[in-house]
């Protein structure tokens, strides 16, 4: 490995050195052409060039959450660049949102094509002047890898859009269930108008303590994950159940986590009846398969079965939150098809990795009129274009399996550091590449992050004290030996 | 003019015929090269080939909203082309998203430079990893016509997220003053999590009768302009206020208009007052500079100043929702800079016609924390890089002045339709391209529409009965002629 480096000479030393490497074994290597072979340091991150850069976007905005500023350019594969010419294995993409890796081939080719140039110059009010291949690209994209009994799809924007709007949809669906009939009374259509009931009905969505939704007001009444995403803004009366919090290993706990999901699920029955009584009626259920900003908190597949039959028992819709599990990197498309329901999710969000946001849902949750799910662009063509060619690349290079085995590559190895640090890591878990563990504390996983940045490694965190992996679906086994090569150097020698 | 129509002989042979037109003017053309010099007919709209592709985007959603299919590919500066080869003079632009018109060379230009591929495959997470020319493309667009006084920007990814975002920040700027210092209590971290105040604290924006700001659960509460819009949404109680309704022509109505918004601005001040009284504090006013989806309702210049004196005596924050008056329609950039204010506005959302969404703000405002203000994308490098190039052209080719002299052309021609056809065309009004008037009935105003639509002229409606002109910023006086002529004609024939 190159380490071109101005970071203290020890430091450039030890990352050298393969003593104390976790893996006896050779990293297997399969060549990608357009990834980089490693990481390559040059200087601290941040370095100079994105600290000048840092306090002239500071100016116009606070960017104190910055981390560094990059180079896109040279960025390829799993590798990010950044301005100071360092270039990291990057193992959070964007916040997950890199589907095929930075400067991917096929991208680069298909915005070479003139045919594509319309596309991308030309944006469309999408609900009244879509393009001629507008359902091609749906079909060939999005509804291509639709879960199992969802035949609607409508695009949007981001992740919040996607959510506002299918709870939005999710409340049509529960007034009609409610009138049984399509007659509007006067009442309701003048009451709208000034946000009372019963145009405007005391519905809520049900969602759980840990969850993160997105964080417009709708989205930010069933967020749960940090104070500092909701103080100061005001916000619903809707109930908020529980979510498990397992024990590990899981093998070790089988009763106590049975018993812990048994529970939340008791809770989440009860707040139905409890809000029942006092007239705010739950329309719907949202949840993450594992919940992600708030510290990668997996439950049972059976527990996620039960809450579907919960949903169901009592009318409510289930709405699955896949904008950050969602894309292939648990090693199924959609993290919840784990589960094996019976009865399908209503209404599946996305947005991410799928490039557009956007839901699918059932086909008796179509909204009943135009216009009632509508804004000037619902999503973007350009982005379906590019999300029909991930798609394709998924399947061709048989992106979820190589989740699914790169991601037991990583898991196996944390498990193994675990073994071997159990006072730094700790709760190992994971699906697919989407993998995490905890740390004593903030400061030490934030102390972490900063030194595996420092060896060329990008890593998230999340929660009070996790730190989270979401690499590109094109991370393979050699890169994860790659990381846990550099991470064991870093925990055999943390103070 | 072309007309290789299918739509019935008669209707073809009076589109030919050139006598009852309404300007003797030849209509001056000004050569745009890529412009097409006029509308194509060939079919009736929406054409075979709209209704088939319909039929099958049905299929997956409901398509009731599509007016009919486009080719983007073929669309060119003012004109729209469908799917069926119909070339309509395009006033709507994409429900007014369109700035300098289909296939601007500029924007294919700025495509195909392989220095700028990258942007648009490797979206970036903004927030925390900005790409290298962030800070200088936003210098380059946004802030080189930001509004005076206001030197901050955030980018967002549409027009409801902007005003989402802009609550939010509105929120914490009065919550902060309230506080008096940057200490949040145990209490307020730990009551936000669960929805509660004091974290939670009970704030309101005021908002008008008519007025549209989104469709997220947040922008909803403050929209009230279509029933269809809000129906079956649980909303806020959050206090709305009537918006003038102005009598024209406004010199004969000069008394009775001044009463009117002395009314309205009366009934806000009441509003705060009585909110405040059941301890909901009404934390900031939202305005459009003229309601748009509302019916392209006006107001005095007066009017807005008082309203801008009412927010600073009551302490709350004043936010010009400009995503639909922004861009230079008006001949201004903004159209709330007609106003004349002392005191600039406070916050100004955008989005449409910038590319991207996102607010303007004043230093006071900015968030006293990273993460407060935040998603994944926060908006979309591709579309600042676009924004830039569009800036330059609006500059180089002085087309805020266009948009005045278009305008005129505009509204001097709808005027004399006006009075030759009073039983028609009522409440003329207008600031640059931004024009409007009022039909009999929404039957009258739709069947307008469509018959325009027939004879190759994109029309859009607002309100209950109201036809608005949005075209591009391109749209010169020998569109506005032509326009003229084709409508002046519908109208003599108008059964």
């Given at each position: 490995?190159?380490?071109?480096?101005?970071?203290?000479?020890?430091?450039?030393?030890?990352?050298?050195?393969?003593?104390?490497?976790y893996?006896?074994?050779?990293?297997?290597?399969?060549?990608?052409?357009?990834?980089?072979?490693?990481?390559?340091?040059?200087?601290?991150?941040?370095?100079?060039?994105?600290?000048?850069?840092?306090?002239?976007?500071?100016?116009?905005?606070?960017?104190?959450?910055?981390?560094?500023?990059?180079?896109?350019?040279?960025?390829?594969?799993?590798y990010?660049?950044?301005?100071?010419?360092?270039?990291?294995?990057?193992?959070?993409?964007?916040?997950?949102?890199?589907?095929?890796?930075?400067?991917?081939?096929?991208?680069?080719?298909?915005?070479?094509?003139?045919?594509?140039?319309?596309?991308?110059?030309n944006?469309?009010?999408?609900?009244?002047?879509?393009?001629?291949?507008f359902t091609?690209?749906?079909?060939?994209?999005?509804?291509?890898?639709?879960?199992?009994?969802?035949?609607?799809?409508?695009?949007?924007?981001?992740?919040?859009?996607?959510?506002?709007?299918?709870?939005?949809?999710?409340?049509?669906?529960?007034?009609?269930?409610?009138?049984?009939?399509?007659?509007?009374?006067?009442?309701?259509?003048?009451?709208c108008?000034?946000?009372?009931?019963?145009?405007?009905?005391?519905?809520?969505?049900?969602?759980?303590?840990?969850?993160?939704h997105?964080?417009?007001?709708?989205?930010?009444?069933?967020?749960?994950?940090?104070?500092?995403?909701?103080?100061?803004?005001?916000?619903?009366?809707?109930?908020?159940?529980?979510?498990?919090?397992?024990?590990?290993?899981?093998e070790?706990?089988?009763?106590?986590?049975?018993?812990?999901?048994?529970?939340?699920?008791?809770?989440?029955?009860?707040?139905?009846?409890?809000?029942?009584?006092?007239?705010?009626?739950?329309?719907?259920?949202?949840?993450?398969?594992?919940?992600?900003?708030?510290?990668?908190?997996?439950?049972?597949?059976?527990?996620?079965?039960k809450?579907?039959?919960?949903?169901?028992?009592?009318?409510?819709?289930?709405?699955?939150?896949?904008?950050?599990?969602?894309?292939g990197c648990?090693?199924?498309f959609?993290?919840?098809?784990?589960?094996?329901?019976?009865?399908?999710?209503?209404?599946?969000?996305?947005?991410?990795?799928?490039?557009?946001?956007?839901?699918?849902?059932?086909?008796?949750?179509?909204?009943?009129?135009?216009?009632r799910?509508?804004?000037?662009?619902?999503?973007?063509?350009?982005?379906?274009?590019?999300?029909?060619?991930?798609?394709?690349?998924?399947?061709?290079?048989?992106?979820?399996?190589?989740?699914?085995?790169?991601?037991?590559?990583l898991?196996?190895?944390?498990?193994?550091?675990?073994?071997?640090?159990?006072?730094?890591?700790?709760?190992?878990?994971?699906?697919?590449?989407?993998?995490?563990?905890?740390?004593?504390?903030?400061?030490?996983r934030?102390?972490l992050?900063?030194?595996?940045?420092?060896?060329g490694?990008?890593?998230?965190?999340?929660?009070?004290?996790?730190?989270?992996?979401?690499?590109?679906?094109?991370?393979?086994?050699?890169?994860?030996?790659?990381?846990?090569?550099?991470f064991?150097?870093?925990?055999?020698?943390?103070?």
């Amino acid at each position: 490995m190159n380490s071109d480096t101005h970071i203290p000479e020890a430091d450039a030393l030890r990352f050298e050195v393969q003593g104390h490497r976790y893996i006896s074994q050779a990293a297997a290597k399969i060549d990608v052409d357009f990834d980089y072979d490693g990481p390559l340091m040059k200087t601290e991150v941040p370095g100079p060039r994105s600290r000048e850069l840092m306090k002239k976007l500071n100016g116009i905005q606070n960017a104190e959450a910055v981390h560094f500023f990059c180079n896109y350019e040279e960025s390829r594969g799993n590798y990010l660049v950044d301005v100071d010419g360092n270039r990291m294995l990057d193992l959070y993409s964007q916040i997950s949102s890199i589907p095929i890796g930075y400067s991917h081939p096929s991208l680069i080719k298909l915005l070479q094509q003139p045919q594509n140039l319309s596309t991308f110059i030309n944006r469309p009010a999408l609900g009244i002047l879509p393009p001629e291949n507008f359902t091609e690209k749906l079909k060939e994209s999005l509804l291509s890898v639709a879960p199992k009994g969802l035949s609607q799809v409508i695009t949007m924007s981001c992740g919040s859009c996607s959510n506002e709007n299918a709870f939005k949809t999710i409340f049509m669906w529960y007034r009609n269930k409610e009138r049984g009939h399509n007659n509007v009374t006067k009442e309701e259509l003048e009451s709208c108008m000034i946000n009372q009931p019963p145009g405007c009905p005391d519905y809520a969505m049900l969602s759980f303590m840990g969850g993160f939704h997105g964080r417009t007001l709708g989205c930010l009444a069933t967020t749960h994950s940090k104070a500092i995403h909701k103080l100061d803004i005001p916000s619903l009366d809707w109930p908020i159940a529980p979510f498990p919090r397992l024990k590990y290993p899981l093998e070790d706990f089988v009763k106590e986590n049975q018993q812990e999901e048994a529970r939340c699920l008791e809770e989440v029955e009860d707040l139905i009846v409890k809000y029942r009584k006092k007239k705010k009626i739950v329309a719907g259920i949202i949840v993450e398969p594992i919940q992600s900003e708030g510290g990668d908190n997996h439950a049972s597949d059976d527990f996620f079965r039960k809450l579907r039959d919960i949903a169901r028992k009592h009318g409510c819709a289930f709405l699955v939150d896949e904008v950050q599990t969602g894309g292939g990197c648990t090693g199924k498309f959609w993290a919840h098809e784990h589960w094996g329901l019976d009865d399908p999710a209503d209404v599946v969000t996305f947005s991410k990795k799928m490039m557009t946001g956007g839901f699918f849902h059932k086909e008796e949750f179509r909204p009943n009129a135009p216009y009632r799910i509508f804004n000037t662009w619902l999503g973007d063509p350009s982005k379906n274009l590019m999300l029909a060619e991930v798609i394709k690349v998924i399947k061709t290079e048989d992106l979820l399996n190589n989740a699914t085995h790169a991601g037991k590559a990583l898991l196996t190895g944390l498990l193994d550091l675990q073994a071997r640090y159990p006072h730094l890591i700790s709760r190992v878990r994971g699906r697919g590449t989407f993998c995490s563990f905890d740390t004593p504390n903030d400061a030490t996983r934030n102390k972490l992050i900063t030194i595996a940045r420092n060896k060329g490694v990008v890593l998230g965190g999340c929660g009070d004290r996790s730190i989270r992996f979401r690499p590109t679906l094109i991370f393979k086994d050699h890169h994860a030996h790659l990381f846990l090569n550099i991470f064991s150097d870093i925990l055999a020698n943390f103070k």
